[in-house]
């Protein structure tokens, strides 16, 4: 099963951050066990990166950065993912960019995120951590 992570999610589990980081880790063990594959959004190295530099220095944040690029597929950002994103409806052209990214995976399962308002318009189901670890259980 193919899945795209918002970077919120990465960064919960990273970052433990209270309240949000239980649910990230399950998806984090579905990740570690290859029971879900996991894709990530080229330009999402950049804004893991910024945050894991501030929180745990240079050196630590290059090795869990080569950590993630081993765990994750990464997915191109291209002219037609950077269009896509502009044309979209989405109004954070992140999200925007994400969600045009996460188009671009074949039999892509679903986009998981804290952040569903900004995707209301997707062709794509959209689920937080909770509503995946649900529907996966079941």
Same mark, same amino acid.
């Given at each position: 099963?193919?899945?795209?992570?918002? =970077?919120?999610?990465? /960064?919960?589990?990273?970052?433990?951050? &209270?309240?949000?980081?239980?649910?990230?880790? +399950?998806?984090? #063990? *579905?990740?570690?066990?290859?029971?879900?594959?996991?894709?990530?959004?080229?330009?999402?190295?950049?804004? =893991?990166?910024?945050? /894991?530099?501030?929180?745990?220095?240079? &050196?630590?944040?290059?090795?869990?950065?080569? +950590?993630?690029? #081993? *765990?994750?597929?990464?997915?191109?950002?291209?002219?037609?993912?950077?269009?896509?994103?502009?044309?979209?409806?989405?109004?954070?052209?992140?999200?925007?960019?994400?969600?045009?990214?996460?188009?671009?995976?074949?039999?892509?399962?679903?986009?998981?995120?804290?952040?569903?308002?900004?995707?209301?318009?997707?062709?794509?189901?959209?689920?937080?951590?909770?509503?995946?670890?649900?529907?996966?259980?079941?």
């Amino acid at each position: 099963m193919k899945v795209f992570l918002d =970077i919120n999610i990465v /960064l919960d589990f990273l970052l433990k951050r &209270p309240s949000f980081d239980d649910e990230a880790m +399950d998806i984090f #063990k *579905l990740l570690y066990k290859k029971e879900i594959d996991g894709y990530l959004s080229a330009v999402s190295y950049t804004q =893991i990166g910024y945050y /894991l530099q501030k929180y745990v220095g240079k &050196p630590a944040a290059k090795e869990i950065l080569r +950590d993630l690029n #081993k *765990l994750f597929t990464t997915v191109t950002v291209d002219n037609r993912v950077l269009e896509e994103a502009l044309d979209s409806a989405i109004k954070d052209f992140d999200d925007a960019v994400q969600y045009a990214s996460a188009l671009s995976v074949s039999n892509l399962y679903c986009i998981i995120t804290r952040d569903k308002k900004d995707f209301k318009s997707s062709q794509i189901i959209i689920q937080s951590p909770k509503e995946f670890i649900n529907a996966f259980n079941h």
